[in-house]
């Protein structure tokens, strides 16, 4: 405690200054007064004020100190369920790896795929397996090491990619649906229309959008200040849980995380709907009951996929509206973080005439080189 005493001239009244001094534990405190006048005047009510503003100023700069690391809780706290949780998440994050592989294997190996659906298909099972890799890996490695801790890097990076697939996905599904719509209501037009500089100019603007939007986010982020309270209540770095998490005001953090929502979610979502539209409508125009199922078996592998993914997202959210529970959240998040990218390959190679084909080509070709590799050893 640092006091300092001045004197004024006997026309002017006393003056106090008190400071808190920004490093260490010491607090200043200047007071200045006239000569002859007594110092007594609540002395000791002054000193105990400046001294517990100093106190309190001292605590706010605390929790605004820079953290190192956050706390992901996981699905569950109970140690004999850890094992399970591994175990099932292991196999569903490798059959989502296996299965989108195969489908990106078999659209590049066989030329009759080099279509723009295919294009498209191959590129969304990329995503996939890209958007279940941000979270899945880091919550079996936590669950083996028995760790809940993500770096603060870590998790930005985390947010800012899982966030840039989800988007990704949503986009694609949504060129995907305007794919189908110029193939059934204008057949004649499609090659044209579906050029393959239109397909990958429609992927870029997509790739761009994505990470523009989430970079965004992702640096606004950054000014954010955190308590003491790290713990995400999450197996992943979900943006909303990390928002919450933050001392300093978030209403623009909120604001933009709505915004965006509503205007990637929402615009795709209703892109979507006015291509299907239009297909029903160019479908319920052809005459024959033949015309009508082949027009129609070409979308639906992918109005499935829309349909799970859409309906899963909106009963996450709403189920997490409701029950405001971040753990009956994240159980219901591995609906669409797993069970959608999983499911995705499955649902076109078992629908789709063209993909199953193209399997057994493939398997085929890479079963007739293993046994001419063999029978060169065998000679050599």
């Known amino acids: 405690m640092v006091v300092t005493f001045g004197f004024l001239s006997p026309a002017r009244g006393p003056m106090l200054h008190s400071q808190c ?18 110092l007594g005047f609540h002395m000791d009510t002054f000193l105990s004020e400046t001294l517990s503003s100093c106190d309190h100023h001292h605590m706010e700069a605390g929790n605004d100190t820079q953290i190192s690391e956050f706390l992901l809780l996981g699905l569950s706290k109970e140690a004999e369920l850890k094992p399970l949780i591994f175990g099932l998440f292991l196999s569903m994050y490798l059959i989502t790896v296996f299965g989108n592989l ?19 298909l191959s590129n969304l099972s990329f995503v996939d397996i890209c958007f279940t890799s941000t979270t ?68 870029l603007v997509s790739w761009i959008m994505s990470a523009l939007n989430y970079l965004l986010q992702s640096l606004m982020l950054l000014w954010l200040s955190f308590c003491t309270d790290l713990e995400i209540p999450h197996f992943f770095c979900e943006i909303k849980q990390v928002v919450q ?56 592998s992918h109005l499935s996929i829309v349909s799970l993914f859409y309906c899963i997202s909106l009963g996450v959210y709403l189920s997490s509206a409701a029950t405001h529970s971040s753990h009956s959240s994240a159980t219901a998040s591995v609906m669409y973080t797993v069970l959608t990218p999983m499911l995705n390959p499955f649902i076109y190679s078992l629908r789709n005439k063209e993909i199953k084909k193209a399997l057994k080509r493939f398997f085929g070709m890479a079963a007739a080189k293993g046994l001419i590799v063999l029978g060169l050893k065998n000679l050599m």
């Open 21 to 38: 001094c920004p490093e260490g534990d010491r607090a200043s405190v200047s007071i200045i007064t006239h000569p002859g006048r007594n």
């Open 102 to 120: 195969l489908i990106i294997l078999a659209v590049s190996s066989d030329s009759h795929l080099h279509t723009p659906m295919y294009f498209f």
């Open 136 to 203: 899945i890996p880091k919550m079996l490695v936590n669950i083996q090491t028995q760790s809940k801790a993500i770096t603060y890097e870590g998790c930005i990076t985390q947010m800012y990619f899982f966030m840039l697939f989800v988007v990704l996905d949503t986009f694609l599904l949504t060129v995907m649906a305007y794919d189908r719509l110029v193939a059934i209501c204008y057949p004649l037009h499609y090659p044209v229309t579906m050029s393959p500089v239109l397909c990958a100019l429609l992927l």
């Open 245 to 300: 998490l933050g001392c300093s005001d978030t209403i623009l953090n909120d604001t933009v995380m709505c915004f965006s929502a509503v205007l990637l979610g929402g615009g795709s979502l209703a892109g979507i709907l006015y291509s299907y539209c239009k297909i029903v409508s160019s479908i319920c125009g052809i005459s024959s009951a033949q015309g009508k199922y082949k027009a129609f078996s070409t979308c639906a």
